[in-house]
Protein backbone atom coordinates (compact mmCIF):
# COMPACT_ATOMS: atom_id res chain seq x y z
CA UNK A 1 0.00 0.00 0.00
CA UNK A 2 1.37 3.21 -0.72
CA UNK A 3 -0.65 5.42 1.53
CA UNK A 4 -1.14 7.67 -1.45
CA UNK A 5 -5.24 9.15 -2.21
CA UNK A 6 -5.73 7.30 -5.47
CA UNK A 7 -7.79 8.79 -8.30
CA UNK A 8 -10.63 7.05 -10.17
CA UNK A 9 -12.33 7.48 -13.39
CA UNK A 10 -15.11 5.01 -14.07
CA UNK A 11 -16.92 5.13 -17.84
CA UNK A 12 -17.90 3.79 -20.77
CA UNK A 13 -16.58 3.07 -24.38
CA UNK A 14 -18.28 2.37 -27.34
CA UNK A 15 -16.30 0.52 -30.17
CA UNK A 16 -17.67 -1.89 -33.19
CA UNK A 17 -21.77 -2.00 -31.84
CA UNK A 18 -20.63 -2.69 -28.10
CA UNK A 19 -20.41 -0.89 -24.94
CA UNK A 20 -17.38 -1.23 -22.47
CA UNK A 21 -16.76 -0.69 -19.13
CA UNK A 22 -13.36 0.73 -18.62
CA UNK A 23 -11.51 2.44 -15.31
CA UNK A 24 -8.70 4.42 -15.19
CA UNK A 25 -6.46 5.06 -11.65
CA UNK A 26 -4.08 7.64 -10.90
CA UNK A 27 -3.70 10.85 -12.79
CA UNK A 28 -5.06 11.65 -15.92
CA UNK A 29 -1.38 13.34 -16.90
CA UNK A 30 0.55 10.24 -15.53
CA UNK A 31 2.53 7.78 -18.10
CA UNK A 32 -0.32 5.41 -19.12
CA UNK A 33 -0.40 1.35 -18.40
CA UNK A 34 -3.26 -0.55 -20.06
CA UNK A 35 -4.09 -3.94 -17.84
CA UNK A 36 -6.14 -6.58 -19.90
CA UNK A 37 -7.63 -9.15 -17.38
CA UNK A 38 -8.01 -13.29 -17.99
CA UNK A 39 -11.11 -15.29 -19.22
CA UNK A 40 -13.04 -14.98 -16.48
CA UNK A 41 -11.61 -11.62 -15.02
CA UNK A 42 -12.48 -8.60 -14.54
CA UNK A 43 -10.97 -5.19 -14.75
CA UNK A 44 -11.22 -4.82 -10.96
CA UNK A 45 -8.60 -7.38 -10.15
CA UNK A 46 -6.13 -4.45 -11.10
CA UNK A 47 -6.97 -2.46 -8.21
CA UNK A 48 -3.72 -3.49 -6.14
CA UNK A 49 -1.15 -3.24 -8.82
CA UNK A 50 -2.71 -0.07 -10.11
CA UNK A 51 -2.61 1.84 -6.03
CA UNK A 52 1.55 0.03 -5.70
CA UNK A 53 1.89 2.15 -9.00
CA UNK A 54 1.37 5.15 -7.86
CA UNK A 55 1.57 8.28 -8.28
CA UNK A 56 3.84 7.32 -11.57
CA UNK A 57 0.99 5.80 -13.69
CA UNK A 58 -2.26 5.88 -14.82
CA UNK A 59 -3.82 3.08 -14.82
CA UNK A 60 -6.33 2.12 -17.69
CA UNK A 61 -8.27 -1.17 -17.50
CA UNK A 62 -11.02 -2.59 -19.26
CA UNK A 63 -13.40 -5.46 -18.90
CA UNK A 64 -13.28 -7.25 -21.77
CA UNK A 65 -16.43 -8.27 -24.17
CA UNK A 66 -18.75 -10.61 -22.33
CA UNK A 67 -17.56 -9.57 -18.85
CA UNK A 68 -18.35 -7.14 -16.16
CA UNK A 69 -20.05 -4.17 -17.54
CA UNK A 70 -19.08 -4.64 -20.88
CA UNK A 71 -21.57 -5.96 -23.48
CA UNK A 72 -22.01 -9.43 -24.51
CA UNK A 73 -21.00 -10.33 -27.79
CA UNK A 74 -24.46 -12.20 -29.58
CA UNK A 75 -22.03 -13.62 -31.76
CA UNK A 76 -20.10 -15.33 -29.11
CA UNK A 77 -17.13 -13.41 -30.64
CA UNK A 78 -14.49 -14.30 -28.13
CA UNK A 79 -11.36 -15.18 -30.12
CA UNK A 80 -8.01 -13.40 -29.68
CA UNK A 81 -8.95 -11.40 -32.73
CA UNK A 82 -11.46 -9.57 -31.86
CA UNK A 83 -9.92 -9.12 -28.32
CA UNK A 84 -6.87 -7.34 -30.13
CA UNK A 85 -9.19 -5.25 -32.02
CA UNK A 86 -11.22 -4.12 -29.17
CA UNK A 87 -7.99 -3.23 -27.24
CA UNK A 88 -6.62 -1.05 -30.27
CA UNK A 89 -10.23 0.51 -30.43
CA UNK A 90 -9.85 1.87 -26.78
CA UNK A 91 -6.57 2.42 -26.88
CA UNK A 92 -6.97 4.82 -29.87
CA UNK A 93 -10.55 6.36 -28.13
CA UNK A 94 -8.62 7.47 -24.88
CA UNK A 95 -5.72 8.86 -27.55
CA UNK A 96 -2.93 6.77 -26.29
CA UNK A 97 0.37 7.05 -28.47
CA UNK A 98 2.37 5.21 -26.71
CA UNK A 99 1.88 3.15 -23.55
CA UNK A 100 2.73 0.15 -20.85
CA UNK A 101 0.83 -3.25 -21.38
CA UNK A 102 0.33 -5.63 -18.99
CA UNK A 103 -1.96 -8.84 -19.20
CA UNK A 104 -2.70 -11.66 -17.25
CA UNK A 105 -3.63 -15.25 -18.98
CA UNK A 106 -5.74 -14.65 -21.94
CA UNK A 107 -4.95 -11.20 -21.63
CA UNK A 108 -1.51 -11.92 -22.28
CA UNK A 109 -2.05 -13.77 -25.30
CA UNK A 110 -4.01 -10.58 -26.80
CA UNK A 111 -1.25 -8.13 -25.05
CA UNK A 112 1.93 -10.30 -26.88
CA UNK A 113 -0.42 -10.15 -30.22
CA UNK A 114 -1.40 -6.38 -29.98
CA UNK A 115 2.32 -5.26 -29.29
CA UNK A 116 3.65 -7.62 -31.96
CA UNK A 117 1.46 -5.45 -34.24
CA UNK A 118 1.81 -2.11 -32.95
CA UNK A 119 5.48 -2.34 -32.01
CA UNK A 120 5.23 1.85 -31.76
CA UNK A 121 2.63 1.77 -29.40
CA UNK A 122 3.53 -0.39 -27.01
CA UNK A 123 7.11 0.44 -24.45
CA UNK A 124 7.24 -1.75 -22.16
CA UNK A 125 5.23 -5.12 -22.57
CA UNK A 126 4.46 -7.51 -18.71
CA UNK A 127 2.53 -10.94 -18.78
CA UNK A 128 1.44 -12.95 -16.04
CA UNK A 129 1.70 -16.37 -16.64
CA UNK A 130 0.86 -16.83 -20.12
CA UNK A 131 2.75 -18.51 -23.10
CA UNK A 132 3.23 -20.81 -26.45
CA UNK A 133 1.57 -24.23 -25.14
CA UNK A 134 0.06 -22.95 -21.87
CA UNK A 135 -3.35 -22.74 -23.61
CA UNK A 136 -3.50 -26.03 -25.79
CA UNK A 137 -1.35 -28.34 -23.27
CA UNK A 138 -1.29 -27.70 -20.08
CA UNK A 139 -2.42 -29.34 -16.97
CA UNK A 140 -3.86 -25.38 -16.41
CA UNK A 141 -5.76 -25.58 -19.59
CA UNK A 142 -7.11 -28.87 -18.92
CA UNK A 143 -8.33 -27.69 -15.30
CA UNK A 144 -9.63 -24.05 -16.51
CA UNK A 145 -11.37 -26.24 -19.33
CA UNK A 146 -13.02 -28.76 -16.77
CA UNK A 147 -14.29 -25.36 -14.43
CA UNK A 148 -15.69 -24.10 -17.54
CA UNK A 149 -17.80 -27.05 -18.27
CA UNK A 150 -18.89 -27.69 -14.75
CA UNK A 151 -19.73 -24.23 -12.98
CA UNK A 152 -23.29 -23.35 -12.37
CA UNK A 153 -25.23 -21.09 -14.40
CA UNK A 154 -26.63 -19.59 -10.78
CA UNK A 155 -26.25 -19.88 -7.09
CA UNK A 156 -29.21 -20.31 -4.32
CA UNK A 157 -27.46 -17.83 -2.39
CA UNK A 158 -24.37 -15.52 -1.75
CA UNK A 159 -22.54 -17.98 0.58
CA UNK A 160 -23.03 -20.68 -1.82
CA UNK A 161 -21.23 -19.00 -4.69
CA UNK A 162 -19.11 -18.01 -2.01
CA UNK A 163 -18.17 -21.74 -1.39
CA UNK A 164 -17.79 -22.31 -4.71
CA UNK A 165 -15.50 -19.64 -5.18
CA UNK A 166 -13.54 -20.79 -2.24
CA UNK A 167 -12.99 -24.40 -3.69
CA UNK A 168 -12.16 -23.18 -6.64
CA UNK A 169 -9.84 -21.12 -5.63
CA UNK A 170 -8.50 -21.90 -2.29
CA UNK A 171 -4.98 -20.03 -1.97
CA UNK A 172 -6.08 -16.95 -2.28
CA UNK A 173 -7.51 -14.32 0.81
CA UNK A 174 -11.14 -14.42 1.25
CA UNK A 175 -11.18 -10.51 0.48
CA UNK A 176 -9.70 -11.69 -3.02
CA UNK A 177 -12.34 -13.85 -3.09
CA UNK A 178 -15.08 -12.11 -2.07
CA UNK A 179 -13.75 -9.07 -4.39
CA UNK A 180 -13.80 -11.59 -7.33
CA UNK A 181 -17.72 -12.48 -6.18
CA UNK A 182 -18.84 -8.93 -6.49
CA UNK A 183 -17.33 -8.05 -9.62
CA UNK A 184 -18.80 -11.65 -11.37
CA UNK A 185 -22.03 -12.27 -9.77
CA UNK A 186 -25.15 -10.01 -10.49
CA UNK A 187 -28.83 -10.92 -8.35
CA UNK A 188 -31.75 -12.76 -10.32
CA UNK A 189 -34.94 -10.72 -10.39
CA UNK A 190 -35.98 -14.30 -8.90
CA UNK A 191 -33.88 -14.39 -6.04
CA UNK A 192 -30.05 -15.94 -5.80
CA UNK A 193 -27.42 -14.85 -8.25
CA UNK A 194 -26.17 -15.48 -11.89
CA UNK A 195 -22.59 -14.61 -13.52
CA UNK A 196 -22.33 -11.44 -14.69
CA UNK A 197 -20.25 -12.45 -17.84
CA UNK A 198 -21.49 -14.17 -20.41
CA UNK A 199 -20.37 -18.03 -19.28
CA UNK A 200 -22.57 -20.25 -22.38
CA UNK A 201 -20.89 -18.01 -24.85
CA UNK A 202 -17.15 -17.85 -23.28
CA UNK A 203 -17.62 -21.35 -22.39
CA UNK A 204 -18.47 -22.45 -25.60
CA UNK A 205 -15.74 -20.10 -27.52
CA UNK A 206 -12.74 -22.05 -25.26
CA UNK A 207 -14.55 -25.91 -25.43
CA UNK A 208 -15.47 -26.01 -28.96
CA UNK A 209 -14.10 -23.35 -30.73
CA UNK A 210 -13.42 -22.73 -34.46
CA UNK A 211 -10.24 -23.80 -35.23
CA UNK A 212 -9.46 -20.62 -37.73
CA UNK A 213 -9.58 -18.60 -35.45
CA UNK A 214 -6.71 -19.71 -32.80
CA UNK A 215 -3.62 -17.66 -32.54
CA UNK A 216 -0.23 -19.56 -32.77
CA UNK A 217 1.37 -16.57 -30.53
CA UNK A 218 5.02 -17.60 -31.62
CA UNK A 219 5.30 -15.43 -34.35
CA UNK A 220 4.19 -12.57 -32.52
CA UNK A 221 7.11 -13.11 -29.12
CA UNK A 222 9.31 -13.34 -31.76
CA UNK A 223 8.13 -9.94 -33.49
CA UNK A 224 8.15 -7.90 -30.00
CA UNK A 225 10.25 -5.01 -30.23
CA UNK A 226 9.34 -3.73 -26.72
CA UNK A 227 11.50 -5.01 -23.06
CA UNK A 228 9.01 -7.77 -21.88
CA UNK A 229 8.75 -9.61 -18.72
CA UNK A 230 7.27 -12.48 -18.47
CA UNK A 231 6.06 -13.32 -14.93
CA UNK A 232 5.50 -17.34 -13.99
CA UNK A 233 3.89 -18.77 -10.36
CA UNK A 234 6.46 -21.19 -9.60
CA UNK A 235 3.49 -23.41 -8.73
CA UNK A 236 1.36 -22.53 -11.71
CA UNK A 237 -0.18 -25.78 -13.22
CA UNK A 238 -0.28 -23.27 -16.74
CA UNK A 239 2.61 -21.71 -17.81
CA UNK A 240 5.54 -24.65 -17.42
CA UNK A 241 8.65 -23.59 -16.81
CA UNK A 242 10.12 -24.56 -20.22
CA UNK A 243 7.89 -22.88 -21.70
CA UNK A 244 9.04 -19.19 -20.25
CA UNK A 245 12.34 -20.82 -21.68
CA UNK A 246 11.35 -21.25 -24.78
CA UNK A 247 9.94 -17.80 -24.66
CA UNK A 248 13.00 -16.03 -23.65
CA UNK A 249 14.78 -18.08 -26.30
CA UNK A 250 12.42 -16.88 -28.80
CA UNK A 251 13.39 -13.25 -28.14
CA UNK A 252 16.64 -11.26 -26.71
CA UNK A 253 14.11 -8.81 -25.34
CA UNK A 254 12.16 -11.19 -22.82
CA UNK A 255 13.12 -11.97 -19.51
CA UNK A 256 11.45 -14.69 -17.11
CA UNK A 257 10.96 -14.18 -13.75
CA UNK A 258 9.40 -16.98 -11.38
CA UNK A 259 7.56 -15.58 -8.47
CA UNK A 260 8.10 -18.07 -5.36
CA UNK A 261 5.00 -19.61 -4.06
CA UNK A 262 2.37 -18.33 -6.46
CA UNK A 263 0.17 -20.04 -8.82
CA UNK A 264 -1.48 -19.02 -12.29
CA UNK A 265 -3.28 -16.25 -10.33
CA UNK A 266 0.17 -14.37 -9.31
CA UNK A 267 -1.85 -10.83 -8.75
CA UNK A 268 -4.01 -12.60 -6.03
CA UNK A 269 -1.78 -14.92 -4.38
CA UNK A 270 1.52 -12.95 -3.90
CA UNK A 271 0.36 -9.16 -4.16
CA UNK A 272 3.51 -7.51 -2.74
CA UNK A 273 5.87 -9.80 -4.81
CA UNK A 274 3.69 -9.02 -8.20
CA UNK A 275 4.05 -5.55 -7.49
CA UNK A 276 7.74 -5.56 -6.53
CA UNK A 277 7.96 -7.05 -9.79
CA UNK A 278 6.00 -5.02 -12.07
CA UNK A 279 6.83 -1.89 -10.89
CA UNK A 280 10.80 -2.18 -11.01
CA UNK A 281 10.33 -3.39 -14.37
CA UNK A 282 7.95 -0.88 -15.29
CA UNK A 283 10.14 2.28 -13.69
CA UNK A 284 13.09 1.18 -15.50
CA UNK A 285 14.92 4.65 -17.24
Not at 101 to 124: D, E, K, T
Not at 209 to 217: E, F, L, T
Not at 256 to 285: N, W
Amino acid sequence: MTGIRMERRDFTIAISGLNFGVTEWGSANAWPVVMLHGIRGYRETFIGIAEALQPEMRVIAFDQRGRGESDWDPARNYYTDIYVADLAGIVDALRLANFDLLGHSMGGINAIVYAARCPQRVRRLVIEDAGPGAFEASAGAARIRKELATTPDRFASWEEAAAFMRELRPTVTEDARQQRLRSMLKPLPSGGFTWRYDHAGITAARLDPDASRIVDVVPSLQALACPTLVLRGSRSDYLQPEMAQRMCELNPRISCVAISDAGHYIHDDQPARFAHAVTGFLKMS
